[in-house]
């Protein structure tokens, strides 16, 4: 069983509409929850930080963690074109190097 | 800017050729690392360095060397390169991941090298 588990879609959307994008994990011990995006051919950019459980937003976007489910969310509203990329999920422990990422999910948010 | 540069962006090499790959940031952060991006697979860490002379394993090492000689620049080494080793590679650097803070926890990738062996 992989560490972190994502739906890699591909997902598409018609612009203005909520995304959800989600991922699972079986270390209980992840503390810190990233999600990362990522345009074509390019290298992956931080999107959302978050520390242990609770909610983050930052403009049209949200993170969730909900660490007794061992699932993390991040939901785009009014999504925009400029918002097709692949986004990937990642987290770490406390004090571990290693960061571990969910295989990316495709977005496509259509005009 | 920020930046970490790596060079080539795309190569097509021949089975048993010896290659590297450079990677250099100009942040002086101390935490580098290399990551191969591979479909279904998602990015998976090669080998990653604490400072200078300091590396270490991550979760698909083999066939690769790392060297850190100085803290900017953070060289993938082939040395045999095989089909098996096509893929997308990400050079990348931080702050000390051990730390709290959104700073600690941002990684700065590059803009990917997409290597292909034949």
């Known amino acids: 069983q992989k560490e972190v588990e994502q739906d890699p879609g591909p997902l598409s959307v018609p612009e203005g509409a909520i995304v959800s994008l989600n991922c699972t994990y079986s270390n209980s011990a992840f503390q810190y929850f990233m999600w990362y995006r990522q345009y074509s051919r390019k290298g992956p950019e931080l999107l959302m930080y978050t520390y242990s459980s609770g909610n983050k937003e930052d403009g049209r976007f949200t993170a969730q963690v909900d660490k007794s489910s061992k699932y993390i969310s991040l939901f785009i509203r009014d999504s925009q074109p400029s918002d097709s990329a692949t986004y990937l999920c990642?987290?770490?422990?406390?004090?571990?190097?290693?960061?571990?990422f969910g295989t990316g999910t495709r977005l496509t948010v259509i005009p | 800017e920020a930046q970490v540069t790596q060079n080539p962006r795309y190569l097509i090499t021949v089975t048993g050729k010896k290659l590297t790959v450079t990677c250099s940031q100009n942040m002086n952060h101390e935490y580098m690392s290399w990551y191969r991006q591979d479909p279904g697979l998602g990015l998976r860490q090669i080998y990653y360095s604490m400072n200078v002379e300091v590396t270490d394993k991550g979760d698909v090492p083999e066939g690769y060397k790392v060297s850190r000689k100085e803290k900017r620049n953070f060289p993938l080494i082939l040395e045999s390169p095989s089909p098996n080793q096509t893929s997308l590679y990400f050079c990348?650097?931080?702050?000390?991941?051990?730390?709290?803070?959104?700073?600690?926890?941002?990684?700065?990738f590059g803009e990917g090298s997409w290597l292909t062996v034949v």
């Open positions: 990348a650097s931080s702050l000390k991941p051990s730390s709290g803070t959104v700073k600690g926890n941002t990684i700065y």
């Open positions: 990642a987290m770490r422990e406390t004090g571990a190097n290693n960061l571990f």
